[in-house]
T-cell receptor, first 113, second 112 residues
Framework: GEQVEQRPPHLSVREGDSAIIICTYT??????FSWYKQEAGAGLQLLMS?????DRKEEQGLTVLLNKKDKRLSLNLTAAHPGDSAVYFC????????????FGSGTQLTVMP | EAAVTQSPRNKVAVTGGKVTLSCNQT?????MYWYRQDTGHGLRLIHY???????EKGDIPDGYKASRPSQENFSLILELATPSQTSVYFC???????????FGEGTRLSVL
C-alpha cells in the first residue's frame, strides 16, 4: 500500500528565513495532497490541498510544490515567524471520494526570533 | 462556522472497560473519520463513514467499533480497552470531491 515518508523530523530556522519540508510517496495513483499544521495540544489545521494536476500553489506565504515524476511533495514557508512554530504533516489520498488520508510522520518546526 | 467537536477531551479508562469517544460536526459533510496519533506513526485511520448508518474499516480497525447514527455524529467505541489503545484520537469530517477533511481538537485517552 501507499507509504509516505516525511523529512526532516525536526527543523529549526531563524525568523525571516525559509523552511522547507519534503514528503515522498510511493503510489503513482495518488491524486490528492494536503498539508496540515498542528500546534501544541491542538487539532490539525488544514493549510492547503492540491490535486495531482497542479505543480505549484501559493497562498499566504506558503508554497506547495508537487513533482509527480519523483513522487515528491514539498511545503515551503517563506519568511517564517515564531507563530509558525508547530508540527507539520503532509497527507495524501488516492481519491477525494473517501478521503482516506495517509499521513507523513510529521516535522517539528521551530522558528527562533 | 464549520466545526468538528470531540468529547471528552481527556479520558482515563481501566483495562477491560468500555470507552466511547464522541464526535459532532456542523459542516454537513457526508464523510467522517477516526484517526489515532502516536509518536513516530503520524495519524492512522481506524474507521470512517460515508453517511448515517454506514461504517467502514480503515487501516487499523482491530479493537475498535464505530457508529454513525446521524449525519452529524460519529462515535468510536472500545469495547474492551487495552493499554495499547492509549493515544490521542482525532475525528475529522469531509465531503467527497471537496477540500481535504477538517479535524477536531482531539481526545487524549489513557488506558491504565
Amino acid at each position: 500500500g501507499e507509504q509516505v515518508e516525511q523529512r526532516p523530523p525536526h527543523l529549526s530556522v531563524r525568523e525571516g528565513d525559509s523552511a522547507i519540508i519534503i514528503c515522498t510517496y510511493t503510489d503513482s495513483a495518488t491524486a490528492y495532497f494536503s498539508w496540515y499544521k498542528q500546534e501544541a495540544g491542538a487539532g490539525l489545521q488544514l493549510l492547503m490541498s492540491v490535486l495531482s494536476n497542479v505543480d505549484r500553489k501559493e497562498e499566504q506565504g506558503l508554497t506547495v510544490l508537487l513533482n509527480k515524476k519523483d513522487k515528491r511533495l514539498s511545503l515551503n514557508l517563506t519568511a517564517a515567524h515564531p507563530g509558525d512554530s508547530a508540527v507539520y504533516f503532509c497527507a495524501v489520498s488516492a481519491s477525494s471520494g473517501s478521503w482516506q488520508l495517509i499521513f507523513g510522520s510529521g516535522t517539528q518546526l521551530t522558528v527562533m526570533p | 462556522e464549520a466545526a468538528v467537536t470531540q468529547s471528552p477531551r481527556n479520558k482515563v479508562a481501566v483495562t477491560g472497560g468500555k470507552v466511547t469517544l464522541s464526535c459532532n460536526q456542523t459542516n454537513n459533510h457526508n464523510n467522517m473519520y477516526w484517526y489515532r496519533q502516536d509518536t513516530g506513526h503520524g495519524l492512522r485511520l481506524i474507521h470512517y463513514s460515508y453517511g448515517a448508518g454506514s461504517t467502514e474499516k480503515g487501516d487499523i480497525p482491530d479493537g475498535y467499533k464505530a457508529s454513525r447514527p446521524s449525519q452529524e455524529n460519529f462515535s468510536l467505541i472500545l469495547e474492551l480497552a487495552t493499554p495499547s489503545q492509549t493515544s490521542v484520537y482525532f475525528c475529522a469530517s469531509g465531503d467527497a470531491g471537496g477540500q481535504a477533511p477538517l479535524f477536531g481538537e482531539g481526545t487524549r485517552l489513557s488506558v491504565l
